[in-house]
């Protein structure tokens, strides 16, 4: 028994350990977390590469844009985050066929992530807008494609959110923004509604 | 004894669910931005069509943003007639033999869908994607790379496209007083 005994003694000591271990790591992690909001601030040293540009920096980048290649939604996009979300000249914007089917494609899943990595690393974003589109011919084949109007809502809303957990698991302290272009025709009018996907 | 190897097994499942909470959102950031936007775009005779003229590649970077939709816009006079790539270093991933054969797959779409006839391929200064102006060691030395890598991804387009039309500009930031201006190069 006293052997049992010692087994048990040694099993909680090392488990005790590992869980100081975790502590630890867990408050250095907010450490870094706090660390990386203050970049924002150009408090922190700057990365010597482009010490030139960053003195004379005054404008930050503070979100990345991503949405679909489509010529039809181009114009109301741009009004959309330029006056509508206000952040006209602090956005990256990055405009793929297909929008997010490419992050769910396992072929070319590695290689976005990898750009988006570009954009998080140079520009130190804190916030991703994804922008999905009713009718997107490249990424879903169009309406047509499906039985009804609603089924398409549903498909690539389910899609959008599978994105954000992707982007999640791979940078976690982002925030993920998702909306929904719907596009109806009036008369001599598009209009176009951006809806958020909570 | 049981009972220690019972504790010591919930220890462990406790254990393994900590890395899920990791991947829990710790942003300070608002859940909701503004919701249910409705934008009216006046539709043109350009606007009705199911297909668009122009497919212009640019690259993500955010000084060159509104630049760049202010030169498709106006500039150019293309508005609501093209499709915009922007893929972070531009014709950088063009040039690269790995990604080129992926991002031609995606530009035939353009090109198969919506019937384009021209490409226009910004790139500037400055890109990330090089690894910025410090990677080159000299003006020149960027400027020459930049111009050699457009003019190689023409090439690239008109051998697999020859009836495309490929114009290719050069983007500068150039200080004016206290703004910085964005300075559009044609090369030819």
């Given at each position: ?9 040694e ?7 590992m ?20 970049s ?18 005054k ?12 010529f ?11 006056n ?12 793929i ?6 992050l ?13 990595g ?21 990424g ?6 499906f039985k ?9 809303c ?12 791979r ?11 719907a ?16 | 004894m049981?009972?220690?190897g ?8 406790m ?103 021209r ?5 500037h200064?400055?890109?990330g ?14 400027y ?13 387009f ?13 983007e ?7 703004e ?9």
């Open positions: 028994m006293p052997r049992a005994k010692n087994l048990f003694k099993s909680v000591l090392s488990f005790s350990i869980l100081i271990l975790l502590l630890i790591n867990f408050s250095k992690m907010h450490v870094i977390l706090a660390a990386d909001e203050a924002n601030n150009n408090q922190l040293e700057k990365p010597a590469k482009y010490s030139k540009f960053f003195d004379e920096k404008k930050w980048c503070d979100s990345l844009v991503i949405t679909c290649n489509d039809r939604f181009n114009t109301a996009t741009q009004e959309f985050i330029n509508r979300l206000g952040m006209k000249g602090t956005y990256d914007y990055i405009s066929p297909g929008s997010i089917r490419n769910l494609d396992r072929n070319t899943r590695d290689l976005v992530l990898n750009k988006f570009v954009s998080v690393l140079l520009h130190h974003v804190k916030r991703v807008i994804i922008l999905g589109h009713q009718d997107c011919r490249i879903y084949g169009g309406t047509k494609n009804e109007a609603l089924d398409e809502y549903k498909t690539v389910k899609d959008l959110k599978k994105a954000r957990t992707r982007m999640g698991i940078f976690p302290h982002l925030k993920v923004y998702l909306y929904y272009i596009i109806l025709s009036e008369n001599h009018q598009r209009v176009y509604n951006f809806e958020q996907i909570m | 049981k009972k220690n019972k504790t010591i097994f919930a220890c462990c499942m254990l393994l669910l900590l890395p899920a909470g990791c991947t829990l959102n710790r942003s300070s950031l608002p859940d909701r931005l503004i919701d249910d936007q409705q934008i009216a775009v006046s539709a043109g005779r350009e606007a009705v069509r199911s297909d668009c003229d122009t497919l212009v590649i640019t690259c993500i970077d955010y000084r060159f943003v509104i630049a760049n939709q202010e030169f498709a816009n106006d500039t150019l006079g293309l508005k609501d007639n093209y499709d915009q790539i922007s893929i972070p270093g531009s014709i950088h991933n063009l040039v690269n033999p790995d990604t080129r054969a992926l991002l031609f797959s995606k530009f035939a779409l353009s090109v198969s869908m919506h019937l384009i006839n490409v226009v391929v910004v790139s200064r400055d890109c994607g090089y690894g910025g102006s410090a990677a080159f060691g000299s003006e020149i030395a960027e020459e790379t930049l111009t050699a890598d457009l003019k190689m991804a023409r090439a690239l008109l051998e697999k496209y020859p009836i495309l039309k490929v114009d290719l500009f050069l500068s930031l150039v200080k004016e007083g206290n910085e201006k964005v300075h559009f190069e044609k090369i030819l």
